[in-house]
């Protein structure tokens, strides 16, 4: 079967850095996708990483390795709105995303 | 900027009663899809859309069906409402020929069905 890993919650302090990971096993592989979503919120897109690699976008970063199944988002000089619950998806074979259960991301002052 | 609305942010139906869900994005996107969300799982597919009056099952489509006669307009039917389809509902759309192809997400529906 598809299956994506994450841890159910995490907590860190503001100013400092968080990796969240994510490790999949799925049927095929066309890119890999981070989305963040507030509490009651939609799900808003943060990133994509097809190739192997680091993808850096201001406080955020996104590390892809195809050949063991595993990426992170890293998130550096964390802020209070970063809690949030942050989502991995996979898209398959048939390009259809397989969805993690997402990392709740708790900030303290 | 892309915007996916749906038709209620919240909705309270009765067990057996027809129910629908509405959504609609401005942004021509050709792929429309509904999900549901339940705490301590992932996003479920339940149908989606790559066109007019095209419409594929995902992974949940039991008890639901789908409507989309307009490429802005892509609906969710629950025939006969029940119990266990209290959920949070959102709707997303996307592209087809682009980068990444990240689906931009509606607000979401929460239904709860007494």
């Known amino acids: 079967g598809q299956n994506i890993d994450q841890p159910t919650e995490m907590t860190a302090t503001e100013g400092a850095i968080v990796q969240i990971n994510c490790t999949y096993q799925t049927s095929g592989f066309n890119g890999l996708f981070w989305y963040q979503q507030h509490a009651g919120e939609a799900p808003t897109f943060l990133s994509y990483n097809v190739l192997d690699g680091l993808e850096e976008k201001g406080r955020f970063s996104s590390f892809l390795s195809r050949s063991k199944g595993y990426s992170y988002l890293l998130l550096k000089e964390l802020q209070m709105k970063d809690s949030a619950s942050y989502l991995c998806?996979?898209?398959?074979?048939?390009?259809?995303?397989?969805w993690g259960a997402g990392t709740k991301l708790i900030i303290k002052p | 900027d892309v915007k996916v609305t749906q038709s209620s942010r919240y909705l309270v139906k009765r067990t057996g009663e027809k129910v629908f869900l509405e959504c609609v994005q401005d942004m021509d996107h050709e792929n429309m899809f509904w999900y549901r969300q339940d705490p301590g799982l992932g996003l479920r597919l339940i149908y989606f859309?790559?066109?007019?009056?095209?419409?594929e099952k995902g992974d949940i489509p039991e008890g639901y069906s789908v409507s989309r006669e307009k490429k802005e307009r892509f609906s969710l039917i629950l025939e006969s409402a029940s119990t266990n389809q209290t959920s949070m509902y959102l709707c997303?759309?996307?592209?087809?020929?682009?980068?990444?192809?990240?689906?931009?997400f509606g607000p979401g529906t929460r239904l709860t069905v007494l």
């Open positions: 997303a759309s996307s592209w087809t020929s682009h980068w990444g192809n990240e689906q931009f």
């Open positions: 998806a996979v898209r398959d074979s048939n390009y259809q995303l397989i």
């Open positions: 859309s790559y066109d007019v009056k095209m419409k």
